[in-house]
């Protein structure tokens, strides 16, 4: 009688079997459950990433993971299968007991294939718009204020609430990209290696001595001169770090081909942050908001209630029209949640309203249309009124 010899074969030898070839399986020693090993699926596009090892899984205990490149994030979501899939390590990584027969003269080998796991499911890999919200929130716990620089003792207790960019990449479900576009978009301030929001009256005051000493130095707001203007604001006992952020914050630099380094205030920036400021005390008259609006903002960008689109709302008060605080930054970005609070501020909104309101959400693979048959109830009763879109 013939006798077989057993010769195991590992996950490359399979690779490059033929059609309608046929391999035997076998438990391996170390078969198991094995729950630190799970299949992951991926879109071609994602593999040089995963294989050159550019890829991360954020998340904190208490969160879902979620899978980053340098620029996108995926939410990692365990899909099961009625099939049986079986996982066979690779030829070298285990060794298999082969326990070979050698009674006889003649024998055949028996090619086996040693299964370590019998798997359930894989991970699939959606892509998702990151999770900031989180961010404005760690950013607030501690913002940049006035007291921090006028005082020349150092409190241990100021460093509490300050985070650094590998505590933020730590804490925060993003990819790098989206997380530095997160920051800019918050207008935070690296300062002594920490990222800070500084606070808005801070700012404020910043803002109101550049156009001051504009004004007094007869400097043009196109071409504003970076060493000029920081080197005033140091004068004045504002910190350099800061007169430089507040250029960032309200201008875009301007491209000379000179080595003089000028920067252009932008007046929509510098108009928002002014009805802001006015709108902090509370609701008021349109008129007499568009009045001290024009007061407040330089002769050269004398503001259009358009600009404040996104930033306020108005309603009817018998005859007259009254305007208070609702800007779009102060949403979250989940869709859900963005819907939830504006529907709680209105029950029913007008498109030209809403708009402002939404544009800016990210959601991939789903346009603003989406959004809306998603979120909300459109009704027109005829072609010529407007649609109204209230919470679905």
Same mark, same amino acid.
């Given at each position: ?41 991926? !879109? ?18 208490? &969160? ?23 996982? @066979? ?26 299964? @370590? ?39 241990? &207790? ?13 804490? @925060? ?53 970076? !060493? &000029?203007v920081v080197s005033m604001l140091v004068s004045d006992g504002f910190p350099a770090e800061l007169a430089r952020h507040c250029l960032h914050v309200y201008g875009e630099k301007v491209i000379d081909g000179t080595d003089t380094c000028a920067?252009?205030?932008?007046? *929509?920036?510098?108009? @928002? ?18 009045? &001290? ?6 002769d050269e960008m004398q503001p259009t209630f358009d600009l404040a689109e996104g930033e306020v709302l108005t309603e009817r008060i018998g005859v007259e029209t009254w305007v208070r605080g609702f800007s779009v930054s102060s949403l979250p ?10 529907? *709680? ?48």
């Amino acid at each position: 009688m013939e006798s077989q010899e057993t010769s195991s074969v590992g996950a490359e030898a399979l690779l490059h079997m033929s059609p309608g070839s046929a391999v035997s399986v076998a438990y391996h020693p170390l078969f198991g459950p094995h729950d630190d090993l799970i299949v992951l699926e991926l !879109d071609d596009k994602l593999l040089p990433d995963v294989l050159h090892e550019r890829v991360v899984i954020r998340g904190l205990p208490d &969160e879902d993971a979620v899978l980053c490149t340098q620029s996108k994030t995926f939410a990692m979501k365990f899909v099961g299968t009625s099939n049986s899939v079986l996982l @066979i390590p690779p030829a070298n990584q285990y060794v298999f007991d082969q326990n070979p027969q050698n009674g006889a003269n003649n024998h055949k080998e028996k090619v086996v294939a040693p299964v @370590i796991k019998v798997v359930p499911g894989n991970m699939e890999l959606v892509e998702v718009a990151p999770r900031l919200d989180k961010l404005k929130l760690l950013l607030s716990q501690n913002p940049c204020r006035l007291e921090e620089f006028d005082s020349s003792e150092v409190n241990p &207790e100021s460093r509490a609430g300050l985070y650094n960019w590998k505590d933020l990449k730590n804490n @925060i479900q993003a990819s790098d990209e989206e997380l530095r576009s997160g920051l800019q978009a918050l207008s935070a301030v690296e300062i002594n290696s920490y990222w800070r929001l500084v606070d808005e009256r801070y700012m404020n005051t910043i803002l109101e001595m550049v156009l001051r000493n504009a004004v007094l130095n007869d400097w043009s707001l196109s071409a504003l001169n970076e !060493d &000029e203007v920081v080197s005033m604001l140091v004068s004045d006992g504002f910190p350099a770090e800061l007169a430089r952020h507040c250029l960032h914050v309200y201008g875009e630099k301007v491209i000379d081909g000179t080595d003089t380094c000028a920067w252009k205030l932008d007046k *929509k920036r510098v108009c @928002i942050h002014f009805a802001r400021e006015i709108l902090r005390g509370g609701k008021m008259k349109l008129e007499s908001f568009m009045d &001290e609006w024009r007061q407040r903002t330089p002769d050269e960008m004398q503001p259009t209630f358009d600009l404040a689109e996104g930033e306020v709302l108005t309603e009817r008060i018998g005859v007259e029209t009254w305007v208070r605080g609702f800007s779009v930054s102060s949403l979250p970005s989940t869709p859900a949640e963005r819907f939830s609070i504006l529907f *709680k501020e209105r029950p029913k909104w007008e498109w030209k309203d809403l708009q402002p309101y939404i544009r800016d959400l990210n959601v991939p693979g789903l346009t603003s249309e989406g959004l809306l048959l998603k979120y909300t109830r459109r009704t027109q009763p005829s072609p010529e009124i407007e649609p109204i879109f209230s919470a679905r």
